[in-house]
């Protein structure tokens, strides 16, 4: 079965700071990773994919995420975390069964960044 | 660009109600649109996977008499909670992809809905 867990509920960091939030996955074949971010009483956002090709992923809002095939990771980075991103944020792996798309979700990290 | 529409953002209602929620691609054509319910500070949990024209797949533990999905065109998929009962209270969160089986596209969501049933 296809799976990702972030093995950490909250990330604490102050602001300035690089952040990494922690993701590994568990697949068959070859993974196309997501990183998703949600703002409070909202939908979730994306910021950015892994699907081939470079390890090191560049995406939205100054957010980049490496892909760590022999850890089987995709850790979230960002060099000087801002307090505006403080937020939940998901690791997805996406894959297809029977034609369809599938995509399973982390448990959610929840990045609080202090002033 | 790709941007999802779910409304409405908020009901209240009594107990007994049905009550239906939208799911728009506004710029692009969905093929598949997923329904999510998330309660507070957890995950999200898939309750279906809807592909234009067929029928709707529903996750394990899910009732498919409780919440109805209609994904009649590209761009519209609707989920009604019939007959809702304060249980059936959380945050409903819809996405739309335009994957075609391949698994590589990203998925883009609404701004979910907060059904409260009195």
Redesign the interface.
């Known amino acids: 079965a296809q799976s990702v867990a972030q093995p950490e509920d909250q990330v604490n960091v102050a602001e300035g700071n690089p952040l990494t939030v922690k993701c590994t996955y568990s697949v068959s074949g070859n993974p ?1 990773l ?1 990183w ?1 971010v949600q703002y409070p ?6 910021l950015l ?1 892994y ?1 081939t090709g470079d390890n090191l992923v560049k995406g939205s809002y100054g957010f980049e995420a490496e892909f760590n095939k022999s850890q089987t990771s995709f850790h979230l980075k960002k060099p000087s975390a801002l307090v505006s991103d403080s937020a939940l944020y ?1 690791c997805a792996v ?3 069964s029977g ?5 399973t ?4 990290t929840k990045l609080q960044v202090i002033p | 660009g790709a941007v ?1 529409s ?1 409304h409405p953002s908020r009901v209240i209602c009594k107990s007994g109600t049905s009550v239906k929620i939208e799911c728009r691609s506004l710029d692009f054509q969905a ?2 649109m ?1 329904w999510y319910r998330q309660f507070p500070k ?3 949990m ?1 309750m279906a ?1 809807s ?1 234009e024209g067929s029928k709707a ?1 529903y996750e394990q533990g899910v009732e498919k008499d409780k919440f109805l999905i209609n994904h009649a065109s590209l761009t519209l998929s609707t989920l009604t909670v019939t007959s809702a009962h304060p249980e059936d209270s959380s ?1 409903y ?3 739309a ?1 335009q ?1 075609r ?12 809905t ?1 059904l409260s049933i009195l």
């Open positions: 196309y997501f998703y009483n909202r939908g979730l956002q994306f994919k699907i998901f996406s894959f297809h034609g369809y798309q599938k995509v979700f982390g448990t959610g | 999802v779910q093929t598949t997923f957890q995950s999200l898939l996977t592909n797949t945050f969160i819809c996405s992809s994957d089986g391949q698994g590589g596209q990203p998925q883009h969501f609404g701004d979910g907060r």
